[in-house]
């Protein structure tokens, strides 16, 4: 009987034989994400198989998915809808597209839990992080794949009935230039000279030469008002002409677009910092012309 139980249960993902045909995309935010939370209710719950489950947004375009964000949170549907909602308003291109669990295979249990999220996405993905696969015998890491899953659902006819099944879905990891430098600064633990302390480095040098060399023209602008040096009308319409080529901060545009960018940096680092975000735009978003910050001091 345990025998006859154990093939119904693994008989809920198709054989291999049946192709998925979608072509899926993984980031790495979400692989981190879902084996931090596991980590972290193994710690919580003192148990070596906690069940977790979230729900994975991004992007999809017919066939073609990408995976780029998860959310671990799930309490019940009110929450799930607000929080989703949240998302639209900073992410307007991410859609609920799945959830993810950790198993070793799909079985019943999943397929009653998919259906409760068919009301948010016609087709949610599974994507399903199995432990047992990195006790690998192999001692090649490079050769060893990830231990995650990916499963569409599909509908299969059997004995003239229907039934809700799973097809494996291959996938690759696709990753941007700023998920590499993020991947490769955890990858070191955080720490030590990594590429995204020498980009950092860089581009502070690089604003303080700015600010060095605005400081120059605006004492040069001075001394020609007080009439300590002579006017050189060549040199006044290069600078005209250089903060005339310079975005206009008082744009609408410009303000939402800045708004829109603070309010992701905030949703990201999850925090509420409204001072330091009203000090950044207060000393950030000077008139077109003006010097923000201590650079405004200089008349």
């Not at 148990?47 to 729900?55: D, M, Q, R, Y």
């Not at 303000?255 to 925090?271: A, M």
């Not at 409204?274 to 650079?295: A, F, H, I, K, Y």
């Amino acid at each position: 009987m345990t025998s006859q139980m154990d093939t119904d249960e693994q008989s809920i993902v198709l054989p291999s034989s049946t192709t998925s045909g979608l072509s899926l995309s993984l980031h790495p935010l979400p692989i981190l994400n879902i084996s931090e939370h596991l980590t972290r209710l193994k710690l919580q719950t003192r148990s070596n198989s906690p069940f977790i489950l979230g729900a994975l947004l991004g992007t999809q375009n017919g066939r073609e998915v990408e995976i780029k964000r998860d959310r671990d949170d799930l309490v019940d549907h009110d929450f799930l809808v607000s929080r989703r909602d949240q998302y639209k308003q900073v992410f307007p291109s991410l859609e609920f597209i799945g959830w993810y669990t950790v198993a070793p295979i799909p079985t019943s249990r999943h397929i009653a839990l998919h259906e409760q999220f068919t009301g948010y996405c016609s087709t949610p993905l599974l994507l399903v992080l199995q432990p047992s696969m990195i006790t690998s015998s192999s001692s090649d890491i490079t050769g060893q794949t990830l231990p995650f899953k990916a499963y569409e659902p599909t509908i299969e006819i059997r004995d003239k009935k229907t039934r809700s099944v799973f097809i494996e879905a291959p996938y690759k990891v696709e990753t941007g230039e700023a998920e590499r430098i993020a991947v490769d600064w955890t990858a070191k633990g955080g720490g030590g000279s990594t590429s995204l302390e020498s980009h950092l480095h860089a581009q502070r040098a690089a604003v303080k030469m700015l600010h060095e060399r605005i400081l120059v023209l605006v004492q040069y602008v001075t001394n020609v008002i007080a009439g300590q040096i002579p006017t050189d009308h060549t040199t006044l319409r290069s600078l005209s002409a250089l903060i005339a080529s310079l975005p206009a901060s008082e744009n609408k545009g410009f303000r939402d677009e800045f708004n829109t960018l603070v309010d992701k940096h905030l949703i990201l680092t999850g925090g509420s910092r409204e001072d330091r975000t009203l000090n950044v735009r207060r000393r950030g978003m000077g008139r077109q012309g003006t010097m923000p910050g201590d650079w405004a001091m200089h008349p």
